[in-house]
């Protein structure tokens, strides 16, 4: 079974510019969250969806948007890019639209953004 | 609110000792515990996971972890570690409140000498 898939790997961009990244959930999984980790901050939650909806959103500026799409790929976009938003974004996929002791979230390899 | 700290930045470990990482949490309820390890280039990947029960949890790879309520603790050990087991590793909380968002500690880097 494939794993998440997340597009592209790495991503070069200069300040000002827009970016979008994408992820491809596990086969089935209908709930993606979305993370940024830098070295100084961390593992930080940014958002979460699950069928086609947005249920939670980390304490990011509106900036920072995502949507899902039916097939339970999801992306995001990140506008007016700043030298801050230089991180690694890492999204999961999982079956159920919360935390339970019978689901696992499983994490893609990550996009590695890097603002010039 | 969820908190999580880890207080060890950096652990060395001689390959074929013990390991215990240490995680404490913050939360008014029961929380949902999880451990996870992420190798240079990687996602991440979930070692084990507590959500009730015993508050002993056997993962993958050898780890176990230990869930004591009374001093807010959930510490990872594995009783001998192999080369491969250096990576970074995040300890994360999540609770009952219907979503799936974790919170996450600030990691600890393993490095296993020889």
């Known amino acids: 079974k494939a794993g998440v898939t997340q597009t592209p790997r790495y991503l070069i961009k200069t300040r000002g510019q827009q970016v979008t990244l994408s992820c491809s959930p596990i086969s089935g999984h209908r709930s993606v969250s979305w993370y940024q980790q830098t070295p100084g901050q961390g593992l930080q939650f940014l958002f979460e969806y699950f069928s086609e909806t947005q249920r939670n959103k980390g304490n990011f500026p509106g900036r920072f948007s995502g949507r899902q799409f039916s097939n339970s790929r999801s992306e995001m976009n990140v506008s007016t890019l700043e030298l801050g938003d230089s991180a690694l974004y890492l999204c999961?996929?999982?079956?159920?639209?919360?935390?339970?002791?019978?689901?696992?979230?499983?994490f893609g390899p990550g996009t590695r953004l890097t603002v010039l | 609110a969820q908190s999580v700290t880890q207080p060890d930045i950096h652990i060395t470990v001689s390959e074929g000792a013990s390991l215990e990482l240490r995680c404490n949490y913050s939360?008014?309820?029961?929380?949902?515990l999880f451990w996870y390890v992420q190798s240079p280039g990687q996602g991440l990947q979930l070692l084990l996971k507590?959500?009730?029960?015993?508050?002993l949890v056997q993962g993958i790879k050898g780890f176990e972890a230990e869930f004591k309520r009374s001093q807010s603790s959930f510490n990872l050990r594995k009783p001998s570690v192999h080369w491969s087991d250096a990576a970074e590793y995040f300890c994360a909380v999540g609770a009952n409140t219907g979503f799936q968002k974790l919170v996450f500690g600030t990691g600890t880097r393993l490095l296993v000498s020889p």
């Open positions: 999961a996929s999982s079956l159920a639209q919360a935390v339970s002791s019978t689901d696992t979230q499983y």
């Open positions: 939360y008014g309820a029961t929380p949902y």
């Open positions: 507590y959500f009730s029960g015993d508050t």
